[in-house]
C-alpha cells in the first residue's frame, strides 16, 4: 500500500501536552501494513520532511481552543478547508506554521489530517488528566479507520 | 504622560514569536530613559530537577533530552558525562568521538533551524519563515536540505533524530556499524557546498551598528574546536574546570522571572555571555582553515561583538560541524565495545558541553545505589539572560524615535540574536489561542 504516517506532536513531560505521543503510541501499538509512526516528532519542522511521499499523513496534537476538555477536532488541513488551531506548544514553529510553510513549498502529503484534543491541564508535570486520557483510545480508533481507508482504496486525494 | 509631565511608554510582546518556547518581555521607558527591561518567565524552573531526585543514574540522559526539542544531544552529553564523572567512569576516544559525531548532527540541524526559519527572515524584511516561503521557497528548501543531514547524522548514531535513544552512561547502547555510517558521507559532502554557500548568502546581509562588551565565556580544548570537551575560559581570565562551576557561577532568583539569572561572583554586574559568538571569539583558531577562511570571506574578524552578525557565526560553525561529521565520518571504525560497564557507587560529578545556544552545565550526586540525591541543571539560556536584557536596555535607548509597534519589532529580533531556548530556561508553556487566517 502507500506510504501512510501518523505523527505525535507534544511533550509527555507537560501535562495534556502529551496526548499526541499518547495517542500515536496507541495507533502504533495496534499498527497496520504499510503504517509508519512517529510516536513523538519533536521538532515540528522535520514534519515537512517526514511527510515526504506520503499519500496520508496524520498529525495529533494537543490544543487550547476553549473547547470541553477531550473534545477533538478533525481537520482536513491539506485542502485548506480549515484552519488548524494553534496548539500548545513549546518548540520554534507551531504546527500550523510547518502546514503553511509545506503548502507554499508544494510539500505537503498527498492528503494531511490533524487530529486536535482539547486538553486541560498543561502545566509541567506527567500524565494525562481524565478528560483527556479517556479519549486517547477512540482518537487513535479514528486515525486507524482514516489509515484502513486508504489501505482499502478510500483514500481522497490532495485538492 | 507621568506626573512630572514625562511620557511614559510600555511595551510588551506576550509571546515572542520564533524563540524557541516562549516567554515575554517587557520594556518600560520613561521620557528618554529606559527604566526596565525583562524577560518575563512564569513556569517554576526546577521541574526536571525535581524530577530527576530518586531516579537511577541510568535515567537523566533519556529524562533530560526531553526538555528540548532542539537540543536533546548538549543535554544527553552533559548528563553522561556528569554522571561518568560521578562514578568515576572514563569513556573510551572511540565512544567520545562517536558523541561528537553526534553533537555536530544537532549543531548542524539546530543551527540551520536558527538560520534559515526563524532569524533570516529578519534581515530581508519577510514576516516569518512562510513569507520567505513564498517569496523564495528555494532558499527554505535549502535550509530545510541542510537541517536534513543533521537529522540524518542523529538518526544513525543517536537511533533517531528526535531524543536520540542511543546515548547511555559509559558510551552507547549500540555502535552503529562502519556502513550506516558511510551512508553518511555522500549527504555530509554536499551538505559542505550548502553550509558555505549559507556563510556567503547571510554574510551579505544588513547588520544594525550594535556592539556590546559582556565577559565571553566558553569551552576552550587544547586541539578541538569545542563541542563536548574542554575548559571553561573568559576573555577576562577564567579558566576553570567542571567541578569549579558553582565556585564562580552564582544562579540569582530575579523578582519579574522565575528564571534563575546566572552572573560570575565578584564582577560588578557579573552579567556574561555564553554561545556562539563567545565560542567563536575565544575559539577562532580552533575552527578549520575552510571555516575560518569563509568568516573572513563573510566579513567576521577573529572576534564578534555584534549579536546580529551572530546568524553568520551560526552559519560558519554549522561549515564546521559538517567538516568535522564528515572527517569522523571517514575515519570510523565501529569500537570494540559501544560502551563499559559501569558499578553504581555514591559520588558527585560535574559535566558541561556546548550546546548550540551555548555552555550546559550539569552536576548531580548519586547515592551508593546510584539513585539521584540532587540534580542541578544550568542551560544557556538562564546564563544569557542578564546580558540579553542589559543589551535590550540599550538597543531600546537608541531606538526610541521609532513607534511602539516599529520598536517592539526591532526587539523581538534584537532577542532572537540570542536564539534563547526559554523552554530550556524556564520549561515554559503557554496556553494562547491563535489561529491561522
Same mark, same amino acid.
Given at each position: 500500500m502507500s506510504r501512510v504516517l501518523v505523527a505525535g506532536l507534544g511533550n509527555e513531560l507537560r501535562g495534556d501536552d502529551g496526548v499526541g505521543p499518547a495517542v500515536a503510541r496507541r495507533v502504533a501499538s495496534v499498527g497496520h501494513p504499510g503504517l509508519e509512526v512517529?510516536?513523538?516528532?519533536?521538532?515540528?519542522?522535520d514534519l515537512i520532511e517526514a511527510w515526504r511521499g506520503a499519500e496520508l499523513a496524520i498529525v495529533v496534537d494537543a490544543m487550547d481552543?476553549?473547547?470541553?476538555?477531550?473534545?477533538t477536532r478533525r481537520i482536513d488541513a491539506g485542502t485548506g478547508g480549515g484552519s488548524v488551531p494553534m496548539g500548545i506548544?513549546?518548540?520554534?514553529?507551531?504546527l500550523p506554521n510547518v502546514v503553511e510553510l509545506a503548502r507554499a513549498l508544494d510539500a505537503l502529503p498527498g492528503r494531511l489530517l490533524v487530529f486536535a484534543v482539547q486538553g486541560a491541564d498543561f502545566r509541567t508535570g506527567t500524565g494525562l488528566s481524565a478528560a483527556v486520557a479517556a479519549v486517547v483510545d477512540g482518537v487513535a480508533d479514528a486515525i486507524l479507520a482514516e489509515v484502513v481507508g486508504v489501505a482499502a482504496g478510500f483514500g481522497g486525494t490532495r485538492g | 504622560m507621568t506626573d512630572d509631565g514625562r511620557e511614559l511608554r510600555r511595551l510588551s510582546v506576550g509571546a515572542l514569536a520564533r524563540v524557541e518556547g516562549e516567554g515575554a518581555m517587557r520594556v518600560r521607558v520613561r521620557g528618554t530613559t529606559v527604566e526596565e527591561v525583562g524577560l518575563d518567565i512564569y513556569e517554576p524552573p526546577r521541574f526536571f530537577e525535581a524530577l530527576l531526585r530518586g531516579r537511577a543514574f541510568t535515567e537523566p540522559p533519556d529524562i533530560t533530552a526531553r526538555i528540548c526539542g532542539i537540543c536533546p544531544v548538549a543535554y544527553q552529553t552533559s548528563s553522561v558525562q556528569a554522571i561518568e564523572d560521578a562514578l568515576g567512569v572514563t569513556v573510551t576516544d572511540d565512544v567520545r568521538e562517536l558523541r561528537r559525531l553526534l553533537y555536530c548532527g544537532e549543531w548542524i540541524q539546530s543551527h540551520a533551524l536558527h538560520i534559515y526559519l526563524l532569524h533570516a527572515p529578519d534581515f530581508l524584511g519577510a514576516e516569518s519563515a512562510l513569507e520567505l516561503a513564498r517569496s523564495a521557497p528555494e532558499v527554505v528548501q535549502r535550509g530545510l536540505a541542510l537541517k536534513k543531514v543533521g537529522n540524518d547524522v542523529m538518526a544513525v548514531v543517536g537511533g533517531r533524530a528526535v531524543h536520540p535513544v542511543n546515548v547511555r552512561v559509559g558510551g552507547f547502547y549500540r555502535a552503529p556499524s562502519r556502513s550506516e555510517v558511510a551512508a553518511l558521507e555522500g549527504p555530509l559532502t554536499r551538505a559542505l557546498e550548502v553550509a558555505e554557500e549559507t556563510v556567503r548568502w547571510v554574510g551579505g546581509f544588513t547588520f544594525p551598528s550594535f556592539e556590546h562588551d559582556h565577559e565571553y565565556v566558553a569551552l576552550r580544548h587544547e586541539r578541538d574546536y569545542p563541542m563536548e570537551r574542554g575548559r571553561m575560559v573568559s576573555d577576562r581570565g577564567l579558566d576553570l574546570g567542571p567541578h569549579e562551576f558553582e565556585d564562580v557561577v552564582e544562579e540569582r532568583h530575579v523578582e519579574h522571572s522565575n528564571a534563575l539569572h546566572a552572573v560570575i561572583r565578584? /564582577?560588578?554586574?557579573?552579567a556574561y555571555l555564553t554561545g556562539p559568538l563567545a565560542r567563536y571569539s575565544l575559539n577562532f583558531d580552533r575552527l578549520s582553515p575552510r571555516a575560518r577562511q569563509a568568516a573572513r570571506d563573510a566579513?567576521?574578524?577573529?572576534?564578534? /561583538?555584534?549579536?546580529?552578525q551572530s546568524i553568520v557565526v551560526r552559519a560558519v560553525e554549522t561549515l564546521y560541524a559538517v567538516e568535522e561529521a564528515l572527517a569522523i565520518v571517514r575515519r570510523y571504525r565501529p569500537p570494540a565495545s559501544p560502551g563499559s560497564e559501569v558499578v553504581p557507587r555514591a559520588g558527585r560529578g560535574c559535566g558541561w558541553s556546548e550546546a548550540p545556544r551555548g555552555l550546559l552545565y550539569h552536576r548531580y550526586s548519586l547515592a551508593?545505589?546510584?539513585?539521584?540525591?540532587e540534580a542541578v541543571i544550568t542551560p544557556p539560556t538562564s546564563q544569557n539572560q542578564r546580558a540579553i536584557e542589559s543589551d535590550l536596555a540599550r538597543f531600546v535607548e537608541a531606538r526610541l524615535d521609532l513607534d511602539d509597534q516599529a520598536l517592539t519589532w526591532q526587539c523581538e529580533q534584537a532577542i532572537r540574536n540570542y536564539d534563547p531556548c526559554i523552554s530550556c530556561a524556564t520549561h515554559f508553556l503557554t496556553a494562547d489561542v491563535q489561529r491561522l487566517p
Open positions: 512517529i510516536v513523538d516528532v519533536g521538532e515540528p519542522a481552543a476553549g473547547v470541553a476538555p477531550g473534545t506548544s513549546g518548540h520554534a514553529l507551531p | 565578584g /564582577r560588578e554586574d557579573g566579513g567576521l574578524g577573529e572576534r564578534c /561583538r555584534n549579536p546580529f551508593a545505589d546510584g539513585s539521584i540525591l
